[in-house]
Antibody, heavy 117, light 107 residues
Framework: QVVLVQSGSELREPGASVRLSCEAS????????VHWLRQAPGQRLEWMAW????????YSSPKFRSRVTVSRATSAITTYLHLGSLQSADTAVYFC??????????WGQGSQVTVSS | DIEMTQSPDTLSASIGDRVTITCRAS??????LAWYQQKPGAAPKMLVH???RLETGVPSRFSGGGSGTDFTLTISSLQPDDFATYYC?????????FGPGTTVDLK
């Protein structure tokens, strides 16, 4: 079983950027793809991007491609989401989740990002 | 992008009721449809994948069905732990997309 633990809440002003982390632990970390998703208050889940831990390949939604970077740490099973040019519409809970065949079988606990002046 | 819709928005039901939630995709996605349950303040939990395959540990009162563009999630006998919001998700193509959710609450 894989456990994903995310970083804490963040408060940013409009125009700033934020970096969130997601650390994985468990006994089956091979062939590991992690996705980032978000959920604004009262809204549906929104898929943002994924990263393959084995080879570092990434892919992101066209909606976010110009201002999102997904990366991984080489020393640990940690992935990072960097989102720039934040606006109030980016206020949301951000989740990382492990993929299995296009679905999401393990989730982090979520990181609250609030964008406000 | 594939647009996902769900009905109803809210479903009020009693313990023991049979409830059905509908999900529709803007184009054919079979069999790449999953269902998730989410409770307030928590991450979603996958219940069903490939339209009708129950995830390990999910009670058998949950079942998924449908094909093409129209899908259902049925709870055969609603239990107290089932009051939550349910989302469908298509994974036929990127960007992966979710429905707006159906909240099941107590009548």
């Amino acid at each position: 079983q894989v456990v994903l633990v995310q970083s804490g809440s963040e408060l940013r002003e409009p125009g700033a950027s934020v970096r969130l982390s997601c650390e994985a632990s468990g006994d089956d970390l091979s062939d590991f793809i992690v996705h980032w998703l978000r959920q604004a208050p009262g809204q549906r889940l929104e898929w943002m991007a994924w990263i393959n831990f084995d080879n570092g390949n990434t892919y992101s939604s066209p909606k976010f491609r110009s201002r999102v970077t997904v990366s991984r740490a080489t020393s640990a099973i940690t992935t990072y989401l960097h989102l720039g040019s934040l606006q109030s519409a980016d206020t949301a809970v951000y989740f990382c989740a492990r993929e299995r065949g296009g679905t999401f079988i393990s989730w982090g606990q979520g990181s609250q990002v609030t964008v406000s002046s | 992008d594939i647009e996902m819709t769900q009905s109803p928005d809210t479903l009020s039901a009693s313990i023991g009721d049979r409830v059905t939630i509908t999900c529709r995709a803007s184009q054919t996605i079979s069999p790449w449809l999953a269902w998730y349950q989410q409770k307030p303040g928590a991450a979603p939990k996958m219940l069903v994948h490939r339209v009708s395959r129950l995830e390990t540990g999910v009670p058998s009162r949950f079942s998924g069905g449908g094909s093409g563009t129209d899908f259902t999630l049925t709870i055969s006998s609603l239990q107290p732990d089932d009051f939550a919001t349910y989302y469908c998700q298509q994974y036929n193509s990127y960007p992966l997309t979710f429905g707006p959710g159906t909240t099941v609450d107590l009548k």
